[in-house]
């Protein structure tokens, strides 16, 4: 059992780059705190982590000879994001106001973005970039914490700025989607700002490609029945269904 809780904690690190030892009580609810202190020692003595103040990172994010997780990220499906783009391109409207989340696909989005009037919020410094030389864009970013693994900023701040902005559409991303679990993260911060970005935008769309159909991280933000539109380069036959029950449609590069 404690080989298992070590593993399960190790994989985690290693995906989200970094783990704090609250979001650890809160994924296992019958260990003691104390025993997540031991877990993550050892783990740090076989070398797999780095202890942190209230928490651990990654050792191979601390090897300044390795390549970051966002930067491999960006590297990884690249035609997929650029369809996913594409077809989100068609939702965008002079004149309204977006929410662009951060991560990679979000980052082709914004690439592809034309120089129109718009005002788009980003919790995404990178997305935040790739739109400062759209002059008839107005970028704001929600301030909170960087998280070095994505490239985000979330927290309190974050979610305390969304309750007061109203947004015409939001583009979410998600690290995994599965029918029972529904849209996942691996970051718990994130996930409580992407649920605030949510409940405050009239329409909700969904970016995600589908190599991540079937991942579940930690953290659910969103299940179908949240979103209004779920666009991707491609979706199995399930999920198609569990949209259309959902009245979600799905916009793809398939022909109809």
């Known amino acids: 059992m404690t080989k298992d809780r070590r593993e399960q904690i190790r994989a985690l690190?290693?995906?989200?780059?970094?783990?704090?030892?609250?979001?650890?009580?809160?994924l296992f609810p019958d260990v003691s705190t104390m025993t997540l202190r031991r877990?993550?020692?050892?783990?740090?003595?076989?070398?797999?982590?780095?202890?942190?103040?209230?928490?651990?990172v990654s050792i191979t994010g601390l090897n300044i000879l390795s390549e970051d997780a966002y930067s491999q990220r960006v590297k990884q499906r690249v035609g997929?994001?650029?369809?996913?783009?594409?077809?989100?391109?068609?939702?965008?409207?002079?004149?309204?106001?977006?929410?662009?989340?951060?991560?990679?696909?979000?980052?082709?989005?914004?690439?592809?973005?034309p120089d129109r009037r718009l005002t788009v919020i980003t919790s995404g410094p990178g997305v935040a970039m790739e739109l400062a030389g759209k002059r008839e864009i107005e970028v704001i970013l929600t301030g909170g914490r960087l998280s070095h693994n994505t490239?985000?900023?979330?927290?309190?701040e974050?979610?305390?700025f969304m309750e007061s902005v109203n947004v015409d559409i939001a583009f979410m991303s998600a690290s995994g989607y599965a029918p029972g679990a529904g849209f996942t993260a691996g970051n718990r911060e994130e996930s409580q700002l992407k649920r605030e970005v949510i409940s405050r935008a009239r329409t909700r769309v969904m970016l995600m490609d589908s190599s991540k159909v079937g991942r579940v991280l930690?953290?659910?933000?969103?299940?179908?029945?949240?979103?209004?539109?779920?666009?991707?380069?491609?979706l199995p036959a399930p999920i198609r269904q569990?949209?259309?029950?959902?009245?979600?449609?799905?916009?793809?590069?398939?022909?109809?």
């Not at 490239?151 to 309190?156: E, H, K």
């Open 242 to 256: 569990q949209a259309a029950e959902n009245s979600v449609l799905i916009l793809t590069d398939e022909k109809e």
């Open 151 to 156: 490239l985000s900023v979330s927290g309190p």
């Open 39 to 56: 877990d993550l020692i050892r783990l740090e003595e076989e070398g797999m982590v780095r202890r942190t103040r209230g928490g651990a």
């Open 80 to 113: 997929a994001k650029r369809t996913i783009a594409q077809r989100a391109l068609d939702l965008v409207e002079e004149g309204r106001s977006l929410y662009l989340d951060s991560g990679t696909t979000m980052m082709a989005f914004a690439r592809a973005m």
């Open 158 to 160: 974050s979610v305390a």
């Open 13 to 26: 690190i290693r995906e989200q780059g970094e783990i704090t030892l609250h979001a650890l009580e809160e």
């Open 218 to 234: 930690p953290y659910t933000f969103a299940v179908m029945s949240d979103i209004n539109i779920f666009v991707s380069d491609d």
